[in-house]
């Protein structure tokens, strides 16, 4: 299994960007499809967004696309998202996830691997 350590959290106003970070190790990252979710309180684990192995490909969760965007460097072992325009909505535990079905690292319980999330919150 891969290994992730998030980071790039933390308190925003409403209207602000955050860039959020994965970074990976463990195995052969470009060999894995990665994936962004998130949790907020009570509510379940939601996709947000996922790339390919090669970047070349990617997809969001309709509500997200346009204001959120996933890119990776494989040669940093890392996945991005950049998160602009936050809404309050946007507040929760984001995850990274790492699969190498890019078909499955959009499901939550299919996925092979989780980091262990990294806070956002966004004031109004």
């Known amino acids: 299994q891969v290994q992730m350590v998030e980071s790039g959290g933390g308190l925003v106003q409403a209207g602000g960007s955050l860039r959020l970070s994965c970074a990976a190790s463990?195995?052969?990252?470009?060999?894995?499809?990665m994936g962004w979710f998130r949790q907020a309180p009570g509510k379940e684990r939601e996709f947000v967004a996922a790339?390919?192995?090669?970047?070349?490909?990617?997809y969001y969760a309709d509500s997200k696309e346009g204001r959120f965007t996933i890119s990776r460097d494989n040669a940093k072992n890392t996945v991005y998202l950049q998160m602009n325009s936050l809404k309050p909505e946007d507040t929760a535990v984001y995850y990274c996830?790492?699969?190498?079905?890019?078909?499955?690292?959009?499901?939550?319980?299919?996925?092979?691997?989780w980091g262990q999330g990294t806070q956002v919150t966004v004031s109004s």
């Open positions: 996830a790492a699969d190498r079905s890019y078909e499955r690292v959009g499901v939550p319980r299919l996925v092979g691997s």
């Open positions: 463990g195995r052969t990252f470009s060999n894995y499809a």
């Open positions: 790339i390919s192995w090669s970047g070349i490909s990617t």
